[in-house]
């Protein structure tokens, strides 16, 4: 493991955000990241003033499966025999990646308008109460609880990582749920595109120096797909030994 992952790490377990760029010939794009659980209203204005692209919550495959939580594009297609436009709006692939991470948006139901930096941290501190309430609860339980915490439309986007987690979709979504395992936090993440003054994506090298004077980390996606091969063999492999 590659030392700025493991600075990536430590800085994550402790609630402090890092920056993570995807890939050349991807998105191109620096997200800022932080753990679900550590969010505050602070860490929200910092992302829609420092970052400035839209903040979205993410939930591993698992708890997302058990809530019964889908892709939006596959309940848009679903529901294209009651609105034909439907059909034709998911159509079509993306040009950097085979398919989209999000799901549905929410609010907690505590919130007023929801669009808040209070309001938004309400949402998603809860949401990363309910993932980690999730994961040892029943499906019925399951959700029953996140519908009596969050109602839909809201102003958090939720993503899902894909399952196996890296194995195909490798995109910000994947890689900030990974790193999240390995820190040993909540399996969710909040993360925002950093925009440039341009208009477009923060170019990598501007994205570094920001890192540099905040005195963040900043890792590439290659370095987490190397860690999590390494992370995700050796855990298989002692859980296969603690299971004999």
Not at 118 to 139: N, P, W, Y
Request: aromatic share 6%; glycine share 8%; with cysteine.
């Amino acid at each position: 493991m590659s030392s700025s992952v493991e600075r990536a790490l430590r800085a994550l377990a402790g609630g402090s955000p890092i920056l993570v760029y995807d890939a050349d010939g991807r998105e191109e794009e620096t997200d800022l990241v932080i753990p679900s659980e550590f969010i505050t209203p602070i860490f929200v204005k910092s992302m829609r003033k420092e970052a400035g692209g839209l903040i979205c919550s993410t939930l591993p495959f698992q708890v997302a499966s058990k809530l019964g939580l889908p892709l939006l594009e596959e309940a848009l297609a679903r529901l294209e025999p009651h609105y034909p436009l439907f059909g034709d709006l998911v159509s079509g692939p993306l040009p950097y990646d085979t398919r989209s991470a999000f799901s549905i948006s929410v609010n907690h139901r505590k919130a007023y308008t929801g669009i808040t930096d209070r309001d938004r941290a309400l949402t998603i501190s809860a949401l990363a109460g309910v993932c980690g309430e999730v994961m040892e609860a029943t499906v019925e339980w399951a959700r029953r609880l996140f519908t009596s915490e969050f109602r839909s439309p809201g102003h958090v986007p939720i993503l899902i990582a894909e399952n196996p987690l890296l194995e195909g979709r490798r995109g910000h979504t994947e890689l900030a749920t990974a790193l999240t395992i390995m820190a040993g936090v909540l399996p969710t993440a909040t993360l925002c595109e950093m925009m440039g003054d341009q208009g477009g994506a923060l170019p990598r090298v501007e994205a570094k120096k920001y890192a540099r004077d905040r005195n963040l980390v900043f890792i590439e996606g290659q370095e987490v797909l190397e860690a999590w091969g390494k992370w995700s063999g050796s855990w298989q492999q002692e859980s296969l030994i603690s299971s004999i």
